[in-house]
């Protein structure tokens, strides 16, 4: 891949670093999916998919990952943020038939976010999910989420890019 920054540092007037990112691209193979209507499945391994992004933390002169896992469609399927804790993404159609004219697994939806377990003040867990259906033929995600937390959406985010 061309023209994808895979390291960028920060330095004050004095010259010292102040903040460093860096990105690997492709670094892990993305999971094949199958029967996708009209995927070029010939594509190869070179996609551009940000696998590992890296924070530099100047007080402990330490690096901070957080790891990206893809599919041959280019989603994201997972990422694990530096405290090691997972945020998983599931991705498909809600379509009953091919009424609309488009096969039914184009997979081209984000459907639901699954972030890790927590447990609660009273020692119950709790379960972390959010899930978005398609209106059928429209492809338009619906607004309403069946279950969701805001801290969910918190831990959505990714390692901020300097």
């Known amino acids: 891949m061309v023209n994808l920054v895979t390291q ?5 007037g004095s010259n010292n670093k102040v903040a460093d990112v860096k990105t690997v691209y492709d670094g892990t193979a993305v999971t094949t999916t199958l029967g ?4 070029d499945y010939t594509i190869g391994v070179y996609r551009g998919n940000a696998t590992q992004s890296s924070v ?5 002169n ?5 790891n990206n896992t893809y599919n ?7 990422t694990t943020d530096p405290g090691n804790h997972t945020t998983s993404y599931s991705y498909g159609d809600s379509w009953s ?10 997979q081209a939806y984000l459907t639901q976010t699954s972030a890790p377990d927590t447990t609660n003040s009273q020692g119950a ?3 972390h999910r959010s899930q978005a259906p398609t209106f059928r033929a429209r492809g338009r995600s619906n607004q309403r989420e069946m279950r969701t937390t805001s801290w969910l959406a918190a831990r959505e985010q990714t390692t901020p890019m300097i």
């Open 8 to 12: 960028k540092t920060v330095y004050d």
């Open 36 to 39: 996708v209507p009209n995927h």
């Open 56 to 60: 530099w933390v100047d007080t402990s």
């Open 62 to 66: 330490t690096w901070l990952n957080t």
């Open 72 to 78: 041959d469609l280019g989603h994201v399927l997972t």
């Open 97 to 106: 038939g091919a009424t609309c004219g488009v096969g039914t697994n184009t």
């Open 125 to 127: 867990t709790v379960h």
